[in-house]
């Protein structure tokens, strides 16, 4: 029989038909025999080409100790064994810290932890940017050679400086944007390497990186072009208006999206200036009345202009258009707009008057996105208010308003709108504090956690918060929480059991603290002070 007529005696399976010859052993025999005559009948084929070697990374090498720390870390598996957590920490949630601090040091990820390395980021997007500084050049050499790391070939790696090496006639010895190496890279590499070298270009010559971009634009997938774009907002300047503007006008309309939002980050750019004067004629002071209040008249249509200007004409279902249209235009409009067209009032005034016809929710979102995106920290704190108000923020995300502030401000605030309303509303503004969470914070949560103990409750509604707390409290103060770790007296109405869980949960939170810091001083370079400088540096984990 032939190769195929015995595989296919095979996978029907001998229950289903009389296999060749009549038994199973049979037809395995007959496999053994055509595999031996297939084998022999090959002729040899010339090698292929060997691979060029791995590049060199002159990056230091882990220590030792941390090495062994990754290899535990990348050995634990998410979820393992499910049910209840026990008081062991989770290794898998603290293994973005672990290579944002790594990452933070410069340093290299062994070679023999590099398969491991891709694998994990492979299975969570949250791990691939910093796996891929960690593993560097090697990590995307490698990547080639294994279809299920693609991923790493079309992502965005930070490493090194993303420039080729060479580069004469520069005072600093980096290359040029019109070196025939970084011109080649740009016209040949993969995008991962495209990419890097765009954003390291653009961080040393932002007007050499937007004609380097400009060049081979018009030739680009839309896909790549958004990515491309969004690398200008590194070092945004008005000098990149006029290439801006020209996006306004691509065949994609996210592309045409994100130009116009970078625009409108250009408060002197003419699209700036184009939405403020459509807000201004959409939103009056009315001083007719007492107190003054503030008018709005939101457009009546989307025109060709506003279009043009990233204005989306089509409202999500459940949406008026006006207020559709008035949102974009509100939030596309320089800040700095608002308080010469209102009387010269501060943003806290501002935010304060009352908008006639229910239009404030509308505006104060618009305000609120704005304040975002122009990263303006008066009007943040405007929309933010007092975290003791009952109604603490302006409709909108509170966390994105947060972020704006600066990292002191933000753990006080949040610390303030604990003590006032509790855990229960306040695991998103807890995710935009830095990491660690300052005292204040640290101690917020924790009293909050202890209070919640005491009323006798489970403690598997704040299994959110008590995740953040294992990552972002500083983990010095592990000894000062392990007096909580110990079963408390039950209240009289409080839930059976609920001692035993709460102490579970607070001795596997010292746990982890102790094993973060631990993890941080095995990052420490050999004569170092001690692990503060590495704890700081993984603050964005």
């Given amino acids: 029989m032939s190769w195929s007529e015995l595989v296919g005696a095979a996978l029907l399976g001998a229950e289903r038909r009389t296999p060749p010859g009549g038994s199973v052993e049979a037809l395995l025999d007959a496999a053994a025999v055509e595999t031996v005559r297939r084998r022999a009948g090959l002729r040899p084929a010339a090698a292929a080409p060997r691979p060029e070697p791995a590049p060199g990374d002159p990056r230091p090498p882990l220590p030792p100790a941390a090495a062994r720390r990754l290899s535990v870390l990348l050995a634990d598996r998410p979820g393992a064994g499910g049910g209840r957590r026990g008081t062991a920490p989770d290794l898998a949630e603290l293994l973005p810290q672990w290579l944002a601090a790594a990452c933070a040091h410069g340093y290299r990820a062994p070679a023999e932890l590099l398969p491991a390395l891709l694998d994990a980021a492979r299975a969570r997007t949250d791990l691939r940017a910093r796996a891929l500084d960690l593993g560097g050049p090697r990590a995307l050499w490698l990547a080639r050679f294994n279809p299920d790391w693609r991923f790493a070939l079309r992502g965005r790696s930070g490493y090194g400086s993303g420039l080729p090496a060479g580069g004469a006639g520069r005072p600093d010895g980096a290359p040029r944007a019109d070196d025939g190496a970084v011109r080649r890279l740009w016209e040949e590499g993969l995008f991962a390497e495209r990419s890097a070298l765009l954003l390291s270009l653009r961080r040393r010559d932002p007007a050499a990186a937007r004609e380097l971009l400009a060049g081979t634009w018009a030739a680009e997938r839309a896909e790549d072009r958004l990515m491309f774009l969004d690398s200008l907002r590194e070092g945004l300047s008005p000098q990149d208006e006029e290439f801006l503007e ?92 608002w308080p010469a067209h209102l009387g010269g009032r501060t943003p806290a005034q501002i935010t304060a008057l009352p908008v006639a016809d229910d239009w404030e929710a509308d505006l104060h979102a618009a305000w609120a996105q704005a304040a975002v995106r122009q990263r303006n920290t008066s009007w943040a704190r405007a929309l933010l208010r007092k975290p003791s108000a009952p109604m603490a923020v302006a409709p909108g995300d509170p966390a994105r308003l947060l972020a704006v502030l600066p990292a002191r401000e933000r753990a006080e605030w949040a610390a303030e709108f604990i003590a006032a309303h509790g855990l229960s509303e306040a695991f998103r503004v807890l995710g935009v504090c830095a990491v660690p969470w300052a005292e204040p914070l640290g101690r917020a949560v924790v009293d909050a956690l202890e209070i919640a103990r005491d009323a006798g409750s489970y403690p598997w509604s704040f299994s959110g918060v008590l995740g953040l707390a294992e990552r972002c409290l500083d983990p010095g103060g592990a000894d000062r929480l392990a007096p909580l770790a110990a079963v408390p007296d039950e209240p009289e109405d409080g839930s059976p059991g609920a001692g035993g869980y709460w102490a579970e949960a607070f001795q596997r939170l010292v746990a982890t603290l102790r094993l973060r810091a631990t993890m941080l001083a095995e990052l420490e370079p050999p004569g170092d002070g001690g692990p503060a400088e590495g704890r700081a540096a993984a603050g964005g984990g």
């Fill in 246 to 337: 020209r996006a306004l006008a691509d065949r994609s309309r996210n592309v045409r999206a994100t130009a116009a939002e970078l625009l409108s980050a250009l408060p002197s750019s003419a699209l700036a200036a184009r939405m403020a004067a459509r807000a201004r004629s959409c939103v009056a002071l009315d001083r007719t009345g007492r107190p003054d209040r503030l008018v709005v008249e939101a457009p009546y249509e989307c025109d060709p202009g506003m279009r043009r200007d990233g204005v989306v004409p089509g409202a999500p279902p459940g949406r008026g258009e006006r207020s559709w249209w008035l949102v974009q235009v509100v939030e596309a409009t320089p800040l700095d707009t």
